[in-house]
């Protein structure tokens, strides 16, 4: 009897394996985890209302830095702006949208890491 | 030292530079649960691409190996494998320069396999179709039975050439980790011809297709990744259309964009003051 064809595909797991790709892609990664993390503690803030272990919240307060940051280029960029126009590829491509892009998203990750030493000395301090 | 002499010498030759292993997955519904890999020994030469390759293998190895290629030159979009960790033409991979000596070859992931390296493309197509790749006219009546054809300058036709070199090989979505994860998600190669349609000034169909894309498992479920981008063999920079066409639908939606007629049609020919062309001479047979 004919079998059907085998599934393949890769599943949520995608989101960080399945090839080797640029910064793009991990930066993609983060953000989705990013965001996944500070959906569970809000929502385990409204249904626990006492004091919070503190190492969680400062997790919390990193994963929101880079996700604001890197959700500030995410809003240029995905509506358009400085990805470039459309234009006749040569060869070898090296593609625009990334290459012209990646300076924004670099100075971001600086304020990010800018940031992050910031919350974390806070955090040492007792804040 | 004559170096232009040895560099003829060395592309021109068929001697053999190396030996690789190719690793190809194999699966056969028929007779297999899970896919296995098989080793082959492949001798290479300067040029040899990995289609090549497997090519020599099915011919002198392994006659059993099954994938799927047709024009050998990066045209039809058939060859796409999942080749050393990333999705690439087996035709347009240049086995020396992928620089290992084993290489690995999987089919496209997102697609079902339907045997050995073959993906099954059927789902890719359907979404493709879904955001109709085609001029779309209000006056179908002229469409279907033209007079001449469409105005376009060299300048309109640049706002969308570069996606329309996309030849449907579903590279990047196998790259795609949004497609990964959903599969009603139109994916890369749609979404970018969604954008080159609808920006070519013969095109009347924008809102047609907005319905379409502007939706949870259209263009705003892209999040720049940029796979995509990176593996497409023909440098459409699917992402670059995305992000586009979503500047374009917010600005539809928020009353900004500008309606338009598609372009009009050229007059008949002869134009005023041009000469008619002579007869044709050579009289094609049935
Ligand atoms: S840019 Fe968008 S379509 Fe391209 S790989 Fe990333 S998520 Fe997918
Ligand atoms: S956009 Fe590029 S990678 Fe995607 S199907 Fe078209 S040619 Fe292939
Ligand atoms: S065989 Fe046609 S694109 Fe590779």
Redesign the interface.
């Known amino acids: 009897m004919a079998k059907k064809a085998r599934p393949n595909r890769i599943g949520v797991k995608g989101w960080w394996t399945g090839g080797k790709y640029g910064v793009e892609k991990k930066a993609y990664f983060l953000h989705r985890l990013t965001g996944l993390i500070i959906v569970f503690y809000l929502i385990a803030h409204i249904i626990h209302q006492g004091p919070w272990i503190a190492w969680w919240e400062l997790i919390v307060v990193l994963a929101f830095i880079y996700h604001a940051m890197n959700g500030i280029r995410l809003i240029i960029t995905e509506l358009g702006f400085g990805v470039g126009r459309p234009t006749l590829p040569s060869f070898p491509y090296v593609p625009e949208s990334l290459v012209k892009t990646r300076p924004l998203f670099w100075i971001l990750m600086a304020f990010s890491a800018i940031y992050i030493v910031l919350a974390i000395v806070g955090f040492a301090k007792g804040g | 030292m004559a170096q232009k002499e040895i560099q003829i010498k060395e592309v021109l030759s068929d001697e053999i530079v190396k030996k690789v292993k190719f690793k190809v997955k194999k699966?056969d519904?028929?007779k297999d649960d899970k896919?296995y890999y098989a080793e082959y020994d492949v001798p290479v030469w300067r040029g040899m691409t990995v289609l090549d390759g497997l090519l020599y293998v099915k011919e002198d190895l392994d006659g059993t190996v099954n994938f799927r290629y047709s024009c050998r030159m990066g045209i039809c979009g058939s060859c796409g494998m999942?080749i050393n960790?990333?999705?690439r033409m087996a035709c347009m991979t240049q086995i020396l320069e992928l620089g290992t000596d084993v290489i690995e070859i999987a089919?496209?992931?997102?697609?079902?396999?339907?045997?050995d390296l073959v993906?099954?493309s059927t789902p890719f197509f359907e979404k493709h179709r879904k955001v109709k790749p085609y001029l779309i006219r209000q006056d179908v009546k002229e469409q279907e039975n033209p007079i001449g054809e469409y105005y376009q300058t060299p300048e309109e036709h640049?706002?969308?050439?570069?996606?329309s070199?996309c030849i449907k090989c579903s590279l990047c979505y196998a790259?795609c980790?949004t497609?990964?994860?959903d599969?009603e998600y139109l994916g890369p190669q749609a979404l970018a011809q969604a954008y080159r349609y609808s920006v070519d000034t013969r095109d009347e169909g924008f809102e047609e297709r907005v319905m379409v894309v502007d939706d949870p498992h259209g263009c705003w479920r892209?999040?720049?990744?940029?796979?995509c981008?990176?593996?497409?063999p023909?440098?459409?920079?699917p992402?670059?259309?995305i992000?586009?066409?979503?500047?374009?639908i917010?600005k539809y939606r928020l009353g900004l964009k500008k309606k338009r007629k598609g372009a009009g049609v050229i007059p008949a020919h002869p134009r005023p003051g041009v000469k008619k062309a002579p007869k044709r001479t050579v009289v094609q047979e049935d």
């Open positions: 699966f519904p028929e896919p999942f960790g990333k999705p089919p496209l992931p997102n697609l079902d396999n339907i045997r993906p099954d640049e706002y969308y050439s570069q996606f070199f790259a980790p497609a990964a994860s599969p892209c999040h720049y990744a940029g796979a981008s990176e593996v497409c023909k440098g459409v920079d992402a670059k259309a992000q586009l066409l979503k500047g374009l917010l």
